[in-house]
């Protein structure tokens, strides 16, 4: 069985500056692998496909052409505008509903969060499993409360921690081991925190991703999406 095709959606704003060479390093990684049909896309207050630029194997000049070709590298952010872009525009040609879209972004927004909501949750229904990666996420005590992280956070199925080479070798074994067969509303890989009911991160017909609780998943293993 061929493996799910991938798309990868990598927030370069501003607050993501710090984060963002490493997590496009990743995601060349990941549009080198021959086997793994890979669709790359990065936003800030814009959306702009990047597949051709990071498909170069030579990853210093890849990296330095998608910075080159970027308007808005290092600027605001627009998460629902972007979203919204990619399901009018991207979603029916990379997805067909069978592929996994990976969101690497630490959730600050200057949009509308309901805008983020509605078009995270098109996204979700628009392909096999929405993961999100957030750079935050692993500091202790974190909760998604940056109004565009909280907004997108119900519409989630596997939230993990980035930023780190460990997290993304995590995340790579996650792929590895689950990126076929997948069925939605199944448990979640690792999830970076736990979340208090109270604070309402919850939807109408939304799947909250598992928090880790009582079944802790130790940091040097990784579960499959299963």
């Known amino acids: 069985e061929r493996p799910r095709p991938l798309v990868l959606v990598c927030d370069i704003s501003g607050s993501m500056e710090r984060h963002s060479r490493l997590l496009l390093r990743f995601v060349h990684a990941l549009s080198a692998a021959s086997e793994v049909r890979t669709e790359s896309f990065v936003f800030g207050t814009r959306l702009t496909r990047v597949t051709r630029l990071m498909k170069d194997r030579d990853r210093d000049r890849a990296l330095a052409r ?6 808005d590298w290092a600027g605001g952010t627009r998460i629902g505008e972007s979203f919204r872009e990619f399901n009018h525009k991207w979603a029916r040609r990379t997805l067909r509903s069978s592929g996994v ?3 690497v972004s630490d959730g600050w927004d200057r949009g509308d969060p309901a805008l983020v909501a509605a078009e995270t949750a098109r996204l979700r229904r628009n392909c096999h499993r929405l993961v999100w990666l957030n750079p935050l996420a692993s500091a202790p005590g974190y909760q998604p409360l940056a109004a565009g992280m909280k907004a997108a956070y119900p519409f ?3 939230f993990l921690p ?5 997290s993304l070798e995590r995340l790579g ?3 590895a081991g689950g990126s076929q067969g997948t069925v939605r509303g199944g448990s979640a890989v690792t999830h970076a925190t736990s979340v208090a ?3 309402g991160l919850t939807a109408p017909g939304a799947t909250t991703p598992r928090s880790l609780g009582s079944d802790t998943i130790a940091a040097d293993r990784a579960r499959p999406l299963t």
């Not at 998608?66 to 308007?71: F, G, H, I, S």
């Not at 980035?162 to 460990?166: D, I, V």
Request: charged share 15%; hydrophobic share 55%; proline share 4%.
């Open 173 to 175: 074994e996650v792929l």
């Open 162 to 166: 980035a930023g780190t080479l460990a």
């Open 66 to 71: 998608v910075a080159d070709t970027v308007t």
């Open 156 to 158: 989630i199925d596997d």
């Open 101 to 103: 879209v990976i969101v």
């Open 197 to 199: 009911p109270s604070m």
